[in-house]
Every structure is written in structure tokens, then in C-alpha cells.
């Protein structure tokens, strides 16, 4: 308290991630921080079962219970001051029912920190190296959409300065990223105008999780001050690529030794990294539907697009759904391109990490590596394409669902049966345009 005043914090902001990824918060005063460390603060359980347009969606544990709380604390270890702010620090927060002591079931935090404990119990130690996209965009009141992208510069990928960054977006945003000390590392403009990619460093998964979660809420918030939109949605705009979510993912022994490193073995692979890609391959249908968690994901998919439909890996192959990169020794790591950047961090890193630990645990092996350009029906199996397939065959998948959690998967598939039966009762302007004048 005494130090956080000194330095001219009077507001700590305590967030925490919802079933999307969103951040739900709240500012407390700081006077008012100890009261909340002690006893939570109260928020309706329902916030999980809440949609983007504010329709309470009905899950187990909510409108059937009357709308409980949830209690939340905020994890001081994780106080940072927002550059951006002035006088305010944010954290994040731990979240429980008050009614059991434990964690709410929804909690995504808590699930992925569960899923990191299985795999510590086995020798495990995961780490992750997050790359997220995102589109910037401008407010166009005569758009369909009211904004359309930042920059429409074409052949700009892999780009800096103001070539396709006009207003210095980029740099402005790594600069105050960097003060908010979530192990931003570089950034780029992305393949399509008004498209960015920024690469956080890797660190073990939790940690990881969390900077990625406290990564997209701050490029929306600072485009929200500038009077622009920041989107991590998967395809916003047609005739134009989607955003991707890649994961790196490598694990360690008890002593820092990166285990997926073996260089007598085939590819320099270990066994254990030839089990953790097996069981992600074996996965992949059910851990589609945490790595593309929308309707809209799956107009990312398709040929030539760099984004993964079908289930396959390779060595140093971005057409492949996993790709090892070229590096050995401690850079050894698997390279998970599946997930579109609308993906909720923790659910997407504890997807993946399920998978590979199940892959271990069966000792799976999996099949030839993918050579020359993927996208070839022929030699691999479809990943499903659409949310509704996505949903069945997490349903489907009993050993991943059970290492999930039970309750977290019926809440997370009726929460997104939701969203379909209410895309499937709405009018969209394609439908108007296609069929209005003609018929």
C-alpha cells in the first residue's frame, strides 16, 4: 500500500479472463485493496455464461441458481502499473465459489493452471511462446461493417516503419507493451493492410497464459484511445487473410532440460515430443473447438490460406498444422499453428497441453511428417469445418474432455450451442443482398 501510493497509484484494477477470453474487472480504490484481498470481490457467476451481446446464456450453475456469485481476489504477484493510466495498477484475479472454496468450473485460469499440475505430475513442465495477430482498423460510417482497416497497403508483410504504418502504430504500442512488462519481443506488420503481428517471449505456460490475455486486452484498450477498433477476430474482412494464434510449445525436466531435444533420435526428436505431437494430431478434431471458437474461425480455413485444415505435421513446414521448427538443443519445440487469435488464451495452451500429455501417456507415435506443400486431402485427414463439428467432437473426445473437466466442457459447449442457435435465427447482409431483390 505505502509503496503503490508513493508511486502515485490510487486505483488497482483486478481482472480476469471470461469463457471467451474477454477481460471482466473492476477498479478499486486504493484504500479499499486490503478489504478486497481478504474478503474477494463479489461479481454473478453468470459473467461466464454471458454473450458478447449481453444475452445470459442458460448453463448449469447459473439462471438455475438463482445467479450466484463468484468471489474474486486479486493476485498481487501479478500488479503491474498501466503506462497508459496514470495513477492505476492492474492485476489479475483468482476466482472461486464461495459456496465450495474451489475454483468455478468456468474459471479459465483455473482449468489451465489444473491441466499444468496433471502434466507436472508426470515430469512436465510446459513452455510456451505465444504469437498473436490482429487487425487495425478506422471508423467508416458508411461501411457495412462501421470500420474498415487501418492501412490497405498491399505486399507489406513482414514490414516496419511507416511504409504500411502511417501514424507509427506499431512502435508506439511496443513501446508502452514494453512498460507494461508482458515480455513483448518484437513486432511486425502482418500480410495484410492493417494487420499486425507482436511475439511475446516464452516462459512456462501459465505465465505465458497470462501475458497473452493481459496482451490483447491492452492492444484493444489503447486502439479504444485512439478512437480505432483493434480486432483479434479470426477473418473481419472478406478478400482479405484471418488473424492467427500460434503456440510454441517445448517442456522441461525438473531441471530446466528441454526433454523434446534428442539428437540420436530421428529429427533430433525425442520420444516424448514424437508422443506430445502424436496426441495433439489424435486430438486435433475436439481441440479445434478451443482453438476456433467461433462461427466466423472456420472462413479462416482453406486452401493457400497458411491457416491449417487439415491434420498434419511437418518438419519446418508452415502448411502443416504443426510445424517443428528448425532449431535443436534447447530450442527444441513443436510449433502449434491451429488456433486463430479469437482464441481464449488459457483455454487454447490448456487444450493444447491436454493433448500432448495424452499423446504421452499412450505412448502414441504419429505418422510420417508431411513433405513438400500440405493441403492435400489425399494424405490427411479434414479438421472440421465448422463451430457445430468442432463442438461434437469435443464432446465426443471423453479422454481430453475428462482431463478438461467435465463441468468446464458441458459449460463451454452449451455456451457455444448458444451462439450457433443464434446465428442460425439471424439475417445476415449476405442473405439480403443474395436473395432480397431477386426473389
Known sequence: ??????????????????????????????????????????????????????????????????????????????????????????????????????????????????????????????????????FLCEAAPDSPQGWRRYSEADGVVYTAGLRADGDNHLLRTLRLLRDLKIGVSNGNHEFDGGQFEINLT???AMDAADRSFRFKSAIKELARREGRLATFMA???????????????????AEGGNIFDDPAAPHGLSTTARHAVAGILAHAPALTALANPTINSYKRFGPDTLAPWLID???????????????????????????DASANPYLLIAGTLAAALLGVLAAAEPPAPLEGYGYDTARSALLPSTLPAALDALEADSALAELLGKDFTASYLSYKRDEIARFQRHITDWEFTEYAYHL
Open 1 to 134: 500500500m505505502t509503496r503503490l501510493a508513493s508511486e502515485g497509484i490510487d486505483v488497482v484494477r483486478v481482472t480476469y479472463p471470461d469463457l471467451i477470453g474477454t477481460d471482466r474487472a473492476r477498479d478499486v480504490l486504493l484504500d479499499h485493496l486490503p478489504a478486497a484481498c481478504e474478503h474477494g470481490l463479489a461479481f454473478c457467476r453468470a459473467v461466464y455464461h454471458t454473450s458478447p451481446q449481453g444475452d445470459v446464456v442458460d448453463v448449469s450453475g447459473g439462471l438455475d441458481a438463482g445467479l450466484p456469485d463468484i468471489s474474486v481476489r486479486p493476485d498481487l504477484d501479478t500488479l503491474t502499473a498501466l503506462p497508459w493510466e496514470p495513477g492505476v495498477a492492474a492485476c489479475l484475479g483468482d476466482v472461486t465459489d464461495p459456496a465450495t472454496g474451489r475454483p468455478a468450473p468456468e474459471s479459465p485460469r483455473d482449468l489451465l493452471r489444473a491441466v499444468v499440475d496433471r502434466c507436472a505430475q508426470h515430469g512436465l513442465h510446459p513452455v510456451v511462446g505465444p504469437e498473436l495477430e490482429y
Open 202 to 204: 516464452h516462459s512456462d
Open 235 to 253: 477473418k473481419p474482412f472478406n478478400g482479405v487473410g484471418g488473424s492467427g494464434f500460434h503456440l510454441h510449445m517445448s517442456c522441461t525436466d
Open 313 to 339: 505435421w511437418g518438419m519446418d513446414n508452415r502448411s502443416a498444422m504443426v510445424r517443428i521448427p528448425p532449431e535443436r538443443g534447447s530450442g527444441s519445440r513443436l510449433e502449434l499453428r491451429l488456433g
